[in-house]
Structures are given as C-alpha cells and as structure tokens.
C-alpha cells in the first residue's frame, strides 16, 4: 500500500475536499480522486462519501483514520531515521495558540532551526481544544496550548512552560480606578468561555460573585484589546508573553485575590513515535526562553 496514497486520503479527510486537498498536496483534483479510488479498491472500502458538490468521511474512513495515520507516521519516521547522517531531519507538525504564536514560539523556532537546518516544522493553529484533540487523533505530534481543565487522561503529557496572571484591562481614562468598581459599572467584553481561558475568567467572576454588565463576547484577544481601546468597555484577559496589538490605549489593572491565571506548555501524546522530536522542542524552548 502506497503511504503517499494514504497521505492523500488523510489530507482530503481533514480538509473534506478533494479540491483543497488538491492545493495542499500541489497535486490536481483529478490525481487526488485517482488515488483515493486506488486506495479504496486496495482497502475493499469506501473512505470518501460523495453527495453531489459535497463530500465527507465515511464511518469506515473514521474507523480506520488512526491506523491511516500510524502507518504514515510509521514509514516518514523510518525515512527520517535512514536519511539522517548524523543530524535530525523531517518534519515536525506543531499546533500554538494565537498568542503563543507571537511569543513563545518564535523564540523557539530561532533555536530549534539553528540547531537541526534540516528539520522542516509545520505549524498549524487553533484554540487549545481543537490542538489537543488533533494532537490525540495523530494530525499533530505536539501543541503549545493552555492547560487542559480536565485531569489529563491516560496517554497525554502536558510540560508547563508560563504562567500568565490575568489582568482586567480598560481605556486609559480608568486608570488608578478599583478594577472590581469598574467590573461592575463598565460594559463587559468577554473572553469567549468556549475557550480554557475564558472559562477561567468565568469562574473568577462566579467565585469573587462579580456581577458584570456584559456587551460581547468573542475568542480574540487582539479584538478584545481593539475593543477596549476604542472605549467600547473593560475586559479581564491574560498577560500574555509577547507583543501586543500596536497603536492600543489601554491600561491594565491587577485584579484581587485570588488572582486568576492561565498556564502554557506543550501538549502531546505519551507514545508518540516522534517522542525524539517532542524533545527537542523541550530543549529548544529551555534555551530559547531567554529572548522572549
């Protein structure tokens, strides 16, 4: 069985199109189809269900993903192994937040390609949730996200790496005000709860018993410091490492105890066969933390 076949299947699944796919492999739409009906004959199974301009995964393309996924896992890492002479090569497929993106990992990424040139990284973002379920089903060997809420299950491993305090920010004519004062009378722009770190700013709220006066709520963090600083409200987000949007007029204010906080590390999984690789991105951040 062809692993650049199963590759292709892979890559159509998660893009669900053939066309998109198509773009992301530099293969035609018409190659793309052509393997997946090699693959499926090899198989004895349909993977893509077609439903006129509309395709999707079927139950057997879901059932057999993971071993889809080990396979090609399995031959890149035997390629890399016997192409190396002496140095680490391949690829490397690396999932951050948005925040992240913009000061953890570019830090890391100096070292990391300073030290392996040969080692090609794909990073991918996404919200804490969606990284580490793409983390678990194989799509990405490790992931720069918030901390899980949820005791970590059997086979995942979470590295901290910062710990970034929550601050409540607003427009400058609020500074020097008591930041619980101005949770009360302000209109509030909320961190989305759908995301870990919104969800910790909510149980601040219900913990201190702050009632707020909320106007919108959103999983920006950019945005929400646009907001603020066009004086639409307060808002309670992270001290993130890193740069912040240019041009914003805000101040920030440290809330009471007990102070809120958010914790950022690398997600990944236990038995991941690409443990080596995982570990150089450890060591990577490690030496690299000192730019920041």
């Known amino acids: 069985m062809d692993t650049e076949f199963v590759r292709t299947a892979i890559t159509v699944i998660e893009e669900r199109s053939i066309a998109a796919a198509a773009r992301r492999l530099g293969l035609t739409a018409g190659a793309v189809a052509l393997r997946i009906k090699t693959l499926e004959s090899e198989l004895g199974t349909v993977l893509i269900g077609r439903a006129g301009r509309s395709i999707a995964p079927t139950a057997s393309a879901a059932r057999l993903l993971p071993g889809l996924r080990a396979m090609v896992d399995q031959a890149t890492d035997l390629q ?33 390609t300073q030290r392996h040139p040969d080692l090609d990284v794909m990073i991918e973002p996404g ?43 607003a427009p400058p004519a609020c500074a020097g005000r008591d930041p619980i004062a101005l949770l009360s009378s302000e209109a509030f722009i909320r961190y989305d709860r759908r995301n870990w770190g919104g969800r910790i700013v ?3 709220l219900r913990t201190t018993g702050i009632v707020v006066r909320e106007r919108i709520e959103l999983d920006a963090l950019d945005g929400i410091v646009a907001m603020v600083s066009a004086g639409l409200g307060v808002a309670i987000i992270p001290d993130w490492t890193g740069p912040r ?3 914003a007029k805000v ?42």
């Open 80 to 112: 890399r192994r016997a192409t190396a002479s002496g140095g680490i090569s391949g690829e490397l497929r690396l999932g951050t937040i948005a925040t992240a993106s913009t000061g953890i990992l570019p830090p890391l990424l100096c070292t990391l």
């Open 127 to 169: 919200t804490s949730l969606d990284l580490c379920e793409r983390v678990l089903d194989g799509s990405l060997d490790a992931a720069i996200v918030v901390e899980p809420p949820a005791p970590l299950r059997k086979g995942e491993r979470f590295s901290p790496w910062a710990v970034e305090p929550l601050v409540l920010i």
């Open 202 to 204: 909510d149980r601040f």
């Open 245 to 247: 949007l240019e041009g």
């Open 251 to 292: 101040v920030s204010l440290p809330l009471p105890p007990p102070q809120p906080s958010r914790t950022i590390g690398l997600y990944s999984r236990t038995l991941s066969i690409r443990q080596d690789l995982i570990a150089l991105v450890e060591d990577s951040h490690r030496a690299g933390a000192g730019r920041v």
